[in-house]
C-alpha cells in the first residue's frame, strides 16, 4: 500500500552553507509555499539564527501557516538529534548550537525533528526519487559540503544522532589535506564544490571574463574539453568512488544516489565516477552497485525535513512509496 505523508501541512527547513530554504509541504509532499535567505554562514550564531527566522516569518505570513502541525529540519552536519544542536562544518558560529529549541520557540511550541541533510535528501530520494523501491541504498549531496544517508532494509537509517551515512568525512586519503572537520583527506575535502573549484585554480584553471570561479564555472569548461577542469572533476569523482565503495562494502547497498549542485554538472562528474567506481568496487557483493543522479533537485531537503516531521507525528514516512508493480 501507499506510505503517503500524513494529512496537513508540515514546516520543512533545509539549512545549508550557502542557503536556509523554508517551505509549507502537504501531505502528499508538494510545496504549497517558499521561503529563502542565503546563509550568512561567515557571521556570528545569532546572525545565522536571525536569518531562520526571517525564512519562518516568510512562511508565517500565509494563512495556510496555522493548519502546519509540525516542523522537520534537514540541516547541514553533524547534527545531534537527540540533544537538538547542530555543529555544521561549514558554518562556525553554530557549534552545539540549539537549534531544535529556537525553532520550537519561533513556531509557537509546535513539534521539531531534527536530521542531517544527508539524512533528508535520502528520505526524498526513498519517497519520491530514484532510491524509490531499493531497499539498500546510499544517497549522496554534493554541494557546498558533501553529506550523505543510508537505507536499510527498506527504512531510511539515520541512526542515533540523525547522522549515519555522512560519507562527506570518510577519509580516502590518509595523507591527504586537513578537513574543516579536523581530520585529513575526507571526500568532502577533494569532492565538494569550492574544494573542486579551488584545486582547479591551482592547477591552472582560469575562469572567463565574467570571473566566475565557482564549480559550475569549472563544470561548464569541462563540458566545452578544459582538460584542467576535466581533471579536476575525474579528482572528485575518484574520492567519491573511494567513498561510495567503502559504504557498500560495509553495508551492502545496490544504488548510490547522488545529488546537490556539483552533481548537476551531469556527465563530467558522472562518467568518470562510474569508472573510479569500477576501480574500488571489486568485490563480487558490491561490484553491481549502480550509480544514478538523484531525482529531487533542490527540493530534497524540504521534502525529506517533512517526512523527517511526519514520521515523527506517526506517519511512517521513512518508508518509500512503492514504485509502479512492486516495491516495499
Known sequence: MHTDLA???VVA????????????VDGAGRVVLRSQ??????????TVMRAVADVLAGLASSPLWESAL??????????????GTVSPVNVPG???Y??????????????????????AMTAAEHWVGAARGHDNALCLVVSTGVGGGLVLGGRVHPGPSGNAGHIGHVSVDLDGDPCACGARGC?????????????????????GPDGDVSAAAVAAAAHAGDPIAVASFARAAQALAAGIAATAALVEIDIAVVGGGVAGAGEVLFAPLRRSLGDYA????????????????????????????????????????????GGS
Not at 13 to 24: E, F, P, Q, R, S
Not at 188 to 193: D, F, K, T, Y
Not at 194 to 207: D, F, S, T
Not at 283 to 312: E, K
Open 70 to 83: 509540525a516542523v522537520g529540519i534537514g540541516s547541514a552536519g553533524p547534527v545531534d538529534a537527540a540533544r
Open 13 to 24: 527547513l533545509d539549512i545549508g552553507g550557502t542557503k536556509i530554504a523554508g517551505a509549507l
Open 282 to 325: 571489486t568485490l563480487s557483493f558490491v561490484r553491481n552497485l549502480t550509480v544514478v543522479p538523484a531525482l529531487t533537485g533542490t527540493d530534497a531537503g524540504l521534502l525529506g525535513a517533512a517526512a523527517a516531521a511526519t514520521r515523527a507525528r506517526g506517519g511512517g514516512a521513512w518508508a518509500a512509496t512503492p514504485a509502479t508493480g
Open 37 to 46: 535567505r542565503p546563509t550568512p554562514a561567515r557571521e556570528d550564531g545569532e
Open 187 to 207: 571526500v568532502e575535502r577533494i569532492a565538494s564544490g569550492p574544494h573542486l573549484a579551488r584545486r582547479a585554480l591551482e592547477n591552472g584553471w582560469r575562469p
Open 94 to 96: 553554530w557549534r552545539d
Open 98 to 119: 540549539p537549534l531544535v529549541e529556537r525553532v520550537r520557540g519561533i513556531t509557537g511550541g509546535r513539534p521539531v525533528t531534527l536530521v542531517g541533510d544527508g539524512v
Open 7 to 9: 494529512e496537513g501541512l
